[in-house]
């Protein structure tokens, strides 16, 4: 069983990765990345890349632009 497949986090790792992005948080530092990555299985970039995709689909539903970074949080 590899997480390395093209369509991306299995369900329970999905579960740890959404638990972080709203209950923990939303712009993860280094560290704090690498411990979700960690406790997900998954690696720093592939953790990395999902949050930035969870955070524009996040700012998307909140009727923010995606990429802005000066809204804070």
Not at 17 to 37: G, Q, R, W
Not at 42 to 59: D, G, I, N, P, S
Request: hydrophobic share 30%.
């Amino acid at each position: 069983m590899s997480a390395e497949t093209a369509s991306g986090p299995t369900e329970d790792q999905v579960e740890i990765l959404e638990y972080n992005f709203n209950k923990v948080n939303k712009h993860p530092d280094a560290t704090t990345l690498c411990l979700i990555a960690a406790e997900a299985g998954l690696t720093e970039e592939e953790t990395q890349k999902w949050f930035k995709q969870r955070l524009a689909q996040w700012r998307r539903s909140e009727g923010l632009p995606s990429e802005c970074r000066s809204v804070t949080d």
